[in-house]
């Protein structure tokens, strides 16, 4: 037994640290001690219970009323389902929503996460895309107003986004949908649980919950800013009657009467149990005090960004999320990000999109609190290192190769051809340096990198 856990211990030795703030994606870490082993009991002590059948596992049913209620009194009422993460609860939003319009379409900023991509994908739910304004960040209301018409089933805002941190307009978006008859989302995936406490904290945060006329659901992580362990999200509707799309039930096969909340079925208890109990155990005060430490951090490093030659702020961020661009050509940041990781910070890079250029994105944490000036006296450090090595240099031809190919035509083969070209190959670990691996990736269009990468993505899970 022991051996396993030393096994364990080993290989997660190998991972990004998901404690003490130096890795700026991914990972949210409230930096209380006794936090994980309190939360790892309570998992243990309900993750072979079955949330499938609430009549059988009573204690999950009150587990998950209590986090949905817990979510309700956040963003003003409603009635809720939780769910396995952010992902599930807008694709729910929008399988919900859809019900059965003959050919749906739902009207998204540019900004909106993939996830929303992923419920077109799925549920046939056409995706009809709004240019964010090109220097906020900021859906833009009037547009989005613009693109509604017969077929829209729902409507989306971020709040706030995840590649920007930006706010979108929401009582503005939620006004017109409203006045159309159409349901409305608000993506507060990764604000939910912390903007209502920067508003205590004196922030001006526009509303963006219930309180909003016009919003319809809103989803909101535990397994994010309210520092749960992997696994919970909630989805709250303004009444129950607009969360009935999402249940799902069978009675036409021999066995028992499939009932279904989400898209799981067997769903396991422990992370509702784990989340409950870090809820009761950091409780209303101590998310205020987190949220405050949350934003000391976010703001002292947003400060010293500023500060720094060679880097600036994208947009006006309102969160806990920035997205650092690069002020001038002289530098890759695809090189700062390697930089940063060899000096044991991992910041997560984003491909330009539309008027967004190439940019490190900071999900900002608690955690990072009291390490900021190290962050930033890092971050100098790699950008000056960054420009000593100059920008990364892709042989033309190559790039334009890549830049001409077309994913639907292409074989398998021949992606894996590419692939040991990039360097991307499945065996062992990737490499430690990816700037021009993400140079290649950023000259081709999305269609060939989602390609490519989902080749790659293959390649590595062979066993
Ligand atoms: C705004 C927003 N929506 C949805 C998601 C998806 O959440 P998950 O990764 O838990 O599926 C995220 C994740 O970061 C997010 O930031």
Request: charged share 20%.
């Amino acid at each position: 037994m022991t051996d396993v856990l030393a096994e364990l211990r080993a290989l997660r030795a190998g991972d990004l640290p998901t404690h003490g703030g130096r890795t700026l994606a991914y990972v949210y870490d409230s930096g209380l001690a006794g936090l994980d082993e309190l939360a790892g009991e309570a998992h243990a002590l309900a993750s072979s219970a079955n949330a499938l059948d609430p009549t059988a596992f009573p204690s999950l049913l009150k587990l998950e009323n209590d986090l949905v209620a817990a979510a309700a009194r956040l963003l003003g009422g409603g009635a809720g389902t939780v769910t396995s993460g952010g992902t599930e609860s807008c694709l729910l939003a929008v399988l919900a929503a859809r019900g059965d319009a003959p050919e749906p379409n739902m009207v998204l900023p540019s900004t909106a996460h993939a996830a929303f991509h992923k419920a077109a994908h799925l549920f046939g739910v056409r995706p009809v895309v709004v240019p964010a304004d090109p220097r906020t960040f900021r859906a833009d209301a009037g547009a989005m107003a613009a693109a509604i018409d017969e077929s829209t089933v729902l409507v989306v805002a971020s709040a706030p986004s995840y590649a920007h941190g930006v706010l979108d307009p929401v009582a503005e978006i939620a006004a017109t949908a409203a006045a159309r008859g159409v349901r409305m989302h608000v993506d507060a995936c990764i604000g939910g649980w912390v903007l209502p406490y920067f508003r205590r904290l004196g922030r001006d945060v526009p509303e963006f919950g219930f309180a909003v006329d016009g919003v319809t659901s809103v989803s909101v992580d535990l397994h994010k800013y309210a520092y749960c362990p992997k696994g919970v999200s909630v989805l709250l509707h303004r009444d129950a009657g607009l969360r009935r799309g999402h249940y799902f039930a069978s009675a036409r096969w021999p066995g028992y009467t499939m009932l279904n909340t989400t898209l799981q079925s067997t769903r396991s208890g422990g992370p509702l149990a784990a989340a409950w109990a870090v809820l009761r155990k950091i409780g209303d005060e101590g998310y205020l005090r987190l949220a405050e430490e949350t934003l000391t951090a976010v703001t002292r490093i947003r400060d010293g960004v500023e500060g720094i030659d060679g880097l600036r702020v994208l947009g006006e961020p309102d969160s806990t999320l920035l997205a650092l661009a690069a002020a001038t050509d002289e530098f890759d940041l695809f090189t700062v990000a390697d930089e940063m990781r060899e000096r044991g910070w991992y910041v997560q890079p984003q491909f330009a999109h539309e008027s967004s250029p190439v940019n490190l994105h900071l999900t900002v944490t608690a955690a990072n609190r009291g390490s900021e000036d190290e962050f930033l006296a890092d971050l100098a450090a790699s950008v000056a290192a960054a420009r000593a090595a100059g920008p990364v240099r892709v042989d033309p031809d190559v790039a334009a190769f890549v830049a001409a190919l077309d994913p639907d035509t292409l074989t398998a083969e021949q992606f894996a051809g590419l692939l040991t070209a990039a360097g991307l190959t499945g065996g062992g670990a990737p490499p430690a340096r990816m700037a021009e691996i993400n140079t290649l990736l950023a000259a081709a269009p999305p269609a060939l990198r989602e390609r490519l990468l989902l080749e790659f993505l293959g390649a590595l899970y062979r066993p």
